[in-house]
């Protein structure tokens, strides 16, 4: 009877209160990206948790457009977004820009990072850049069972705490790690868990000013629109891609379009 | 306009600040900020990745893909795959779709029929529901259900495995020598499961020129839709011409070198367009070859069966429901003492002929465009109605009642089928224009009228300038 109570304490306790919704989500109360580089599971992550059967298959570039599910988990309703691949925020093809619009102006709770545990070198750039704009953040370090097999061992504590995100170890295809995952996306979400994400340190108190003065601006012409210090740094790096996209006004657009879902 | 001058300023004024500041910011800035998040990964990575011993799976990924891309055996492997997935199929489905047949069309039509008769239900209607609509989805389902059923889940365990990167990695400087994406040999992959998903899959590609051209391409790629009649006509036609013991192994070669042949077109057609209306250089890119995972047998099962197979299912029936229906009709509706068919088919045979096909062909992919699957059963039936076989079908308009292979081919040849006129079905099966969904979906992608029109007439164009030389040729050295 003790034992019971204890349990009922613990919110592992309330995975078996997982009910996949499927496509039908009318009311969300939270809305939760999944992103990640091309061909680390994305999309088995995707249908693990709302029991969809989006397409899945061992090439990258199987997701071309944004696929939307839903879950319900503790009384709540998440509404779940898959990504195309991205390899970075900074690129500009069409299913990478997908990704990227929603990352960025689509205001997601919870950002899901679904990384590839046998290249995390390489799929930390995208978390990292991820980091730079939101903080409410959870890295799937998915693949592990192959990562085992290579013999990589990946100490995740010291990642988390070097990243300052929880850090849920995962084999998506066995379902394996699928319930931490979801109570740790709940914590963010309802905000019982504060993230503290890494931000990239070596920039010049000159770039910063730069970055502030020129956000300011960005903020008078476009109210409301999220992350307007990255979008000052695209601009100070002379990215073509925003700077046709602050001519025609596209920024706008996107803001309010994305964040209305 | 006061207003928009004013916005028109507030957005030059901030590109100007950022003009500005960017000056005063050195000009390799974008360097740097790339460098810095390099430099963090890196650090972090070190801290927390471990790797203790050799990275057995990796070396056996390398050695696999020094054998399945290599200069010399990429290509014949890939054959080689792709015949013994036909053969497996073709071999598998001749079996469930006799069973089938039998049921829906021995017990099943004669048990409707009887309904039918027992509640007074006009003999029009009786005509309409239990042999148009009825029979053409019976047909469907016994035709078409057991290869897919077999052939799915082989290509999706492929695709599962990480087979198609090294395809597309094989093909790659085909393509690029075309002119065209490297990428195109994936979408052309998909478009091998279904051409709207492959013209859907090409917004992999960024430039628009190459996409433009891999949408067009794309139906030079086998659909879902396609197989199943390449593989009933082969196992009838080119299968018979060899012993038994043979025939499987020559089907399955046959329906291999239409594939390849799509391909071939594809290459070809792509390298065409980028020398002339869709001028350019390829572009170069990166493509990543993933690790080889074990696929998950029953999972990949289910899921092609349940998400594939009953998908492309559930679509032929609903369009082969209404086809059936306008067959009927156009079989049943006289007009100056024969039915609209039999005018068609008359006014269209001359023309016809000319590409070694006939009428009935050309009136039946006219009525499947909304659907490739329903191309044979409408062959069929429409060949028993302007044949007027008798005691094979039960009246005009009515397939046949028996389902098995051999008396498909007899009500074939009935319609003057030789084997000149299997491979012309066979070629233009392969070249003709895309089904309706895909002709939308290119419309959806492109926004374009123009390139529209030039994705479904182009092949039609193709394939009979290609079935007419066949057909001149093969009577010049046949005859």
């Known amino acids: 009877m003790n034992n019971q109570s204890n349990c009922e304490n613990c919110s592992f306790h309330h995975k078996e209160n997982l009910v996949r919704l499927g496509v039908a989500m009318n009311k969300a109360d939270y809305v939760v990206a999944v992103a990640g580089n091309p061909n680390t599971g994305k999309s088995t992550v995707f249908n693990n948790l709302t029991g969809l059967r989006q397409h899945t298959g061992n090439w990258p570039g199987k997701t071309v457009t944004r696929a939307e599910g839903g879950f319900s988990y503790g009384g709540k309703f998440y509404k779940l977004v898959d990504l195309p691949g991205t390899y970075s925020l900074l690129s500009t093809s069409s299913e990478e820009e997908v990704a990227r619009n929603f990352i960025l102006f689509g205001k997601p709770d919870v950002t899901v990072i679904v990384a590839d545990a046998t290249r995390l070198e390489r799929n930390l750039n995208l978390v990292l850049q991820i980091l730079e704009i939101t903080d409410r953040a959870v890295l799937c370090l998915n693949l592990m069972d192959e990562a085992k097999r290579n013999n990589i061992n990946i100490d995740v504590r010291s990642l988390s705490k070097e990243l300052g995100i929880p850090v849920i170890a995962t084999n998506a295809r066995q379902k394996t790690g699928m319930s931490e995952l979801i109570t740790t996306i709940e914590e963010i979400a309802t905000g019982r868990f504060i993230c503290r994400p890494h931000r990239i340190k070596s920039r010049s108190a000159k770039l910063n000013g730069a970055i502030t003065i020129l956000s300011e601006k960005l903020a008078q012409f476009f109210p409301g629109l999220p992350n307007l210090n990255w979008v000052a740094l695209r601009l100070l790096e002379g990215d073509q891609r925003i700077i046709e996209a602050v001519e025609t006004r596209e920024l706008e657009k996107l803001g309010a379009e994305l964040s209305t879902n | ?479």
């Open chain 2, 1 to 479: 306009m006061a207003a928009s001058n004013n916005t028109e300023k507030e957005e030059e004024a901030i590109l100007s600040l950022a003009n500005k500041l960017r000056w005063d910011l050195g000009v390799d800035l974008h360097d740097i900020v790339i460098e810095s998040i390099y430099e963090d990964a890196t650090r972090i990575a070190r801290k927390t990745v471990e790797i203790k011993g050799e990275q057995r799976g990796y070396y056996l990924d390398k050695s696999i893909d020094k054998i399945v891309t290599s200069r010399l055996l990429g290509f014949p492997i890939m054959f080689l795959v792709l015949a013994v997935v036909f053969w497996i199929t073709i071999a598998g489905a001749n079996y469930p779709s006799r069973l089938l047949s039998g049921l829906f069309l021995d017990t099943i039509h004669p048990f409707l029929k009887g309904f039918a008769a027992n509640i007074g239900m006009p003999h029009w209607l009786t005509g309409v529901l239990v042999d148009g609509a009825y029979i053409s989805v019976a047909w469907v389902v016994s035709v078409m259900l057991p290869p897919m059923a077999i052939f799915f889940p082989l290509f999706t365990l492929l695709e599962d495995l990480g087979y198609l990167p090294r395809v597309a990695f094989n093909m790659d400087s085909l393509f690029r020598k075309a002119g065209a994406h490297g990428k195109q040999a994936l979408t052309l992959s998909m478009g091998f499961g279904c051409n709207a998903a492959g013209v859907i899959a090409t917004r992999i590609i960024d430039s628009p020129r190459e996409r433009l051209v891999a949408i067009i391409t794309n139906n030079f790629s086998l659909c879902n839709g396609r197989w199943p009649t390449q593989i009933l006509i082969a196992t009838l036609f080119i299968g018979s011409a060899a012993s038994p013991h043979w025939a499987g192994i020559l089907s399955a070669g046959a329906v291999v070198g239409i594939a390849v042949l799509g391909i071939f077109f594809s290459l070809v057609v792509s390298w065409g367009l980028s020398k002339s209306i869709l001028k350019g250089e390829a572009s170069a890119f990166s493509l990543e070859l993933p690790p080889y995972r074990p696929p998950r047998i029953l999972k990949t099962l289910y899921t092609s069966l349940i998400d594939r197979s009953v998908f492309v299912l559930w679509r032929a029936i609903i369009f082969a429901a209404p086809a059936g229906v306008v067959i009927w009709l156009l079989a049943n509706i006289q007009v100056s003492g024969s039915s609209l068919a039999e005018h068609f088919i008359h006014w269209a045979n001359p023309f016809a002929l000319l590409f070694g096909l006939n009428g009935v062909i050309l009136l039946a992919y006219i009525i499947a465009i909304p659907a490739n699957e329903i191309v044979i059963p409408t062959i069929l039936m429409l060949t028993v109605v302007s044949t007027g076989i008798i005691g094979m079908g039960e009246g005009a308009g009515v397939l046949f009642q028996s389902g098995s292979l051999a008396d498909i081919k007899d009500i074939l040849q009935a319609g003057g089928w030789t084997l000149m006129t299997a491979v012309n079905l066979m070629l233009f099966s392969l070249l003709h224009n895309p089904c309706s969904t895909t002709i939308y979906t290119i419309y959806k992608e492109t926004n374009s009228l123009k390139w529209t029109l030039v994705s479904t007439f182009l092949p039609v164009a193709i394939g009979l300038t290609v079935c007419f030389f066949v057909t001149q040729l093969w009577r010049l050295f046949m005859l």
